[in-house]
């Protein structure tokens, strides 16, 4: 039996998306009269054709030394370098301080002194410490990733009912046992919504990242065109950033999608 248009789930998807795009219309026609017919600043406000003439511009030639790709690719390999080093160890170890309690006790004042800590306050110990090449910018999109995937795995683990371990213990299981079947599936969700938070923290993370001694990356390139009053460089980055970072997230969800598929479902 097939879905009426307008009620069924195929329609509601429809009309979501029609929402969207008319939402990205709206803006658009508000910036291109705010620009054109209102002549808005151009220094403050650019208009939508000298934001995509720069953008051919950058893409077919450079932007001090580099392509738009090669400053973007730049600032993707730091952030996802970061990114999957704090998955790799911050899923494990959040897992762990939600399930054995003097774990938590020793990592959780750890990650609760830095997490509302500001990046550039301890960037600079980091180039201190590491240098001003790539490792410091890199160590430090990776203690931003760490701790919101960490705290979602954490409260993950506590927030299973202790039902549901005691019953897995009768029926048998040993304790890796619970581990692997109770409660990572029961976790799951939750690291997808700690990954997708620790992207995003990561990806506003990166022009801090890219202030001190960088020569490429999309941060910096919003950043060095700042200090020409270039807005529409400064436009180009920003609008590129936010596409990049929609991309990721949809990567992401996807994944979840698929690693997750009873999450928002009745059994």
């Given at each position: 039996m097939t879905d009426d248009l307008s009620t069924g789930p195929r329609g509601r998807r429809f009309g979501l998306w029609a929402v969207t795009g008319l939402t990205v219309a709206v803006i658009l026609a508000a910036w291109y009269l705010a620009s054109?017919?209102?002549?808005?600043?151009?220094?403050?406000?650019?208009?939508p054709q000298s934001v995509?003439?720069?953008?051919l511009t950058i893409c077919a030639t450079q932007y001090k030394g580099y392509t738009?790709?090669?400053?973007?690719?730049?600032?993707?390999?730091?952030l996802m370098l970061a990114f999957g080093l704090s998955v790799v160890t911050a899923v494990p170890l959040g897992l762990a301080s939600g399930y054995v309690p003097w774990i938590k006790a020793i990592w959780e004042p750890i990650i609760e002194f830095y997490r509302p800590l500001p990046p550039l306050a301890y960037y600079t110990?980091?180039?201190?410490?590491?240098?001003?090449?790539n490792e410091s910018k890199v160590m430090l999109l990776y203690l931003a990733c760490f701790a919101p995937i960490y705290v979602a795995c954490a409260s993950a683990v506590m927030r299973i009912g202790q039902n549901y371990l005691r019953n897995a213990r009768v029926l048998g299981a040993r304790r890796g046992q619970v581990f692997l079947h109770v409660i990572l599936p029961f976790a799951l969700p939750e690291i997808?919504?700690?990954?997708?938070?620790?992207?995003g923290v990561g990806y506003t993370t990166l022009v801090a990242a890219e202030m001190v001694a960088a020569r490429s990356g999309i941060g910096w390139m919003v950043l060095?065109?700042?200090?020409?009053?270039?807005?529409?460089?400064?436009?180009v980055g920003i609008l590129v950033m936010g596409v990049t970072g929609i991309l990721l997230d949809r990567v992401i969800r996807l994944a979840e999608a698929y690693f997750v598929p009873w999450k928002g479902k009745d059994y």
């Open positions: 054109n017919v209102f002549s808005a600043s151009p220094l403050f406000l650019p208009s995509w003439k720069a953008f738009l790709w090669q400053h973007l690719g730049s600032s993707l390999q730091r110990l980091l180039v201190l410490w590491m240098g001003i090449d997808f919504v700690g990954m997708r938070t620790a992207l060095d065109a700042s200090n020409y009053l270039r807005s529409d460089i400064i436009f």
